[in-house]
């Protein structure tokens, strides 16, 4: 069966450690992985996007790598802050349909 | 400018009425996808349309209907509702669909 995993349990760190957050994924072949943030009551945010054929893609404190033989993706934040504490998502679109699947989602609690 | 407006914020209906969501896109995009978010889980694609054309059905029964109009709002319906509609209901717009999607805060429906 298709299944997007992300951690079920909350992540939490200390401010300024590195936040590293998982997306794994069976039977899909997506064309690129997306990751969100969403605060409560709120509407997902668009962080990043990444594409089948980059290992590797940077914006500012975040980093994410996408391993399509591994069927995983990694989510870094560097430096990281209580005003990172969030729920994270990661997201496959897939070819043709340009549809977008969502993982469940990871809670990530940075401690001050 | 304005980003994607959803209404209304919040609604309460009984078991077996019928809901119509709205949702105004950014200015500029045509595509709208609808999602249904139950609380601890990662949205749930419903539909995308694009330039006025279903592009895209998750596996929702046929209660659920949208369409979209030449000004590319969009209106999410919900025949006969269940208390498992319950959720809470977001669009998104894009561009074309596929590529980074711009979520508005969604409504949050309850039925009891």
């Known amino acids: 069966s298709q299944k997007i995993e992300q951690n079920s349990e909350a992540l939490n760190i200390q401010e300024g450690k590195t936040a590293t957050l998982t997306c794994n994924y069976t039977?899909?072949?997506?064309?690129?992985l997306q990751w969100y943030r969403q605060d409560p009551g709120r509407g997902p945010v668009f962080l990043l996007l990444?594409?089948?054929?980059?290992k590797e893609k940077r914006k500012e404190r975040l980093k994410v790598t996408f391993d399509t033989t591994l069927k995983q993706s990694l989510f870094h934040i560097t430096a990281s802050q209580p005003a990172d504490s969030a729920t994270y998502l990661c997201?496959?679109?897939?070819?043709?349909?340009?549809?977008?699947?969502f993982g469940t989602g990871t809670l990530l609690a940075v401690q001050p | 400018d304005a980003g994607v407006t959803q209404s209304p914020t919040h609604l309460i209906k009984t078991r077996g009425q019928h809901v119509t969501l709205r949702c105004s896109p950014i200015s500029g995009h045509k595509s709208v996808s609808w999602y249904q978010q139950v609380l601890g889980q990662g949205p749930q694609f419903i539909f995308q349309?694009?330039?006025?054309?279903?592009?895209g059905r998750g596996n929702f029964p046929d209660r659920f209907s949208a369409r979209q109009f030449p000004n590319y709002s969009s209106e999410l319906n919900v025949n006969a509702l269940l208390l498992g509609d319950s959720a809470l209901y977001l669009c998104?717009?894009?561009?074309?669909?596929?590529?980074?999607?711009?979520f508005g805060s969604g409504t949050q429906l309850s039925v009891l």
């Open positions: 990444i594409r089948e054929n980059e």
């Open positions: 349309y694009y330039e006025k054309e279903e592009r």
């Open positions: 998104a717009s894009s561009i074309h669909g596929g590529e980074k999607l711009f």
């Open positions: 997201a496959l679109v897939l070819r043709a349909t340009n549809k977008l699947i």
């Open positions: 039977n899909y072949s997506p064309a690129y």
